[in-house]
């Protein structure tokens, strides 16, 4: 039978889906009618594209690394070893750093800070709910855990690794299957350029 908190965490991750769409569809369609202050084809526009494919790589690399050390356990027990002994939440950091690189294939910083912000308006509600399961499910062990280490913002001086790993190859895999999906921004924003390029969409403004 499904608890109320794991239904209550079930409903709001459908939430997320929905919320992450349409704050997609709302800086895409900023996207469409915005462009670089030096143009596509200018120096900063690419500077930003590059930033950001450094900012999805990292991202992938990052949330793989992650994966290894959760392995679908976050809602069976507490992880608190490598990455999750410096922050409850480095998928979610990670994601971050994705939601930016994304952005940036815009080549604008706007847009790319404005991805980062609907990121984390988005998964800071998700992250909610799931402290409100894990603190129903664990109890006193997890609001140790949380008085211990900070939400997302790591801090490195608390860090503890495990000295072996048991991997979960079936994670591992979505979550780098998952994490390929942040380069599909790339055509998406090549198209936007060219459509602006060829008089498609109307460029109303130039974002730094």
Known sequence: MTTAPALDLHIVQKI????????????????????????????????????????????????????????????????????????????????????????????????????????????????????????AQFGAVYAAYVARIPRFWPRFSLWQDEAELTIRPSFFAVTIRDGLTFFLAIPLFELIDAGQQGGTFSVLAHLI
Request: aromatic share 10%; net charge positive; with cysteine.
């Open 16 to 135: 997320r889906k929905v919320a992450v769409g349409l704050s997609l569809l709302v800086l895409i369609g900023l996207a469409l009618v915005s462009q670089s202050f030096g143009g596509s084809d200018g120096r900063w526009h690419e500077a930003v594209e590059a930033t950001g494919l450094a900012a999805i790589l990292v991202a992938i690399v990052g949330r793989a690394w992650c994966s290894l050390y959760v392995g679908g356990r976050k809602k069976a027990e507490i992880v608190a070893r490598g990455p999750y002994s410096i922050t409850r939440n480095p998928l979610y950091l990670f994601s971050f750093v994705a939601a930016f690189g994304m952005g940036a294939q815009s080549g604008t910083l706007t847009i790319a800070l404005l991805f980062v912000i609907a990121a984390i308006l988005v998964f800071s509600l998700t992250v909610q709910r799931e402290e409100r399961f894990l603190r």
